[in-house]
T-cell receptor, first 114, second 114 residues
């Protein structure tokens, strides 16, 4: 069964460092998303991406964050200068098209900022 | 703004039915979802319901939607210890441009005892 894959599963970084989280969405999907979940809190929407551009972003997704689809398969989230409060589980998700109700999530990348 | 509320804990005995409840605020939501998260794992799409339906059944899972009261429930029949997890309710509000950013509840921790 096709699935969304994410790497790394866990990354530890020092405050101020740049981090890139990688995702491979399901191959025939057109819409891609990043969400995050701070430990013990709600899953929060960060950004959605379609047709090689951001279609929507939340207040959390400030100038420190960027997304890219560098090739036909990867979808990346970059955090330019990490802060302690960026520590969270980051989930990538994908959807086939705008008519499909099914939104599939990856296993997540746990980011720990020290 | 949009919000999704769930009770935080539910404890049942193996073999009993579990009912997890959720209320949401956006009456224009197109899809409503249930996701399951096991410890340390990602978000697994369990089931979803389109807003013009009031019930959906999938094996041991039954979803009931009351649009008037903005209430969604997930019933798990013959609950097993493997069903122990956090269950997230989510809505897909149509107010945003992409119509696809999910709003999640805080999750209900289901504990199943044998």
């Amino acid at each position: 069964e096709p699935e969304v894959t994410q790497t790394p599963s866990h990354q530890v970084t020092q405050m101020g460092q740049e981090v890139i989280l990688r995702c491979v969405p399901i191959s025939n999907h057109l819409y891609f998303y990043w969400y995050r979940q701070i430990l013990g809190q709600k899953v929060e929407f960060l950004v959605s991406f379609y047709n090689n551009e951001i279609s929507e972003k939340s207040e959390i997704f400030d100038d420190q964050f960027s997304v890219e689809r560098p090739d036909g398969s990867n979808f990346t989230l970059k955090i330019r200068s990490t802060k302690l409060e960026d520590s969270a589980m980051y989930f990538c998700a994908s959807r086939r098209d705008s008519f499909s109700g099914e939104l599939f999530f990856g296993e997540g990348s746990r980011l720990t900022v020290l | 703004g949009e919000d999704v509320e769930q009770s935080l804990f539910l404890s049942v005995r193996e073999g009993d039915s579990s009912v997890i409840n959720c209320t949401y605020t956006d009456s224009s939501s197109t899809y409503l979802y249930w996701y399951k998260q096991e410890p340390g794992a990602g978000l697994q799409l369990l089931t979803y319901i389109f807003s013009n339906m009031d019930m959906k059944q999938d094996q041991r899972l039954t979803v009931l939607l009351n649009k008037k009261d903005k209430h969604l429930s997930l019933r798990i029949a013959d609950t097993q210890t493997g069903d122990s997890a956090i269950y997230f309710c989510a809505e897909s509000p149509t107010a945003n441009q992409a119509g696809t950013a999910l709003i999640f509840g805080k999750g209900t921790t289901l504990s199943v005892s044998s």
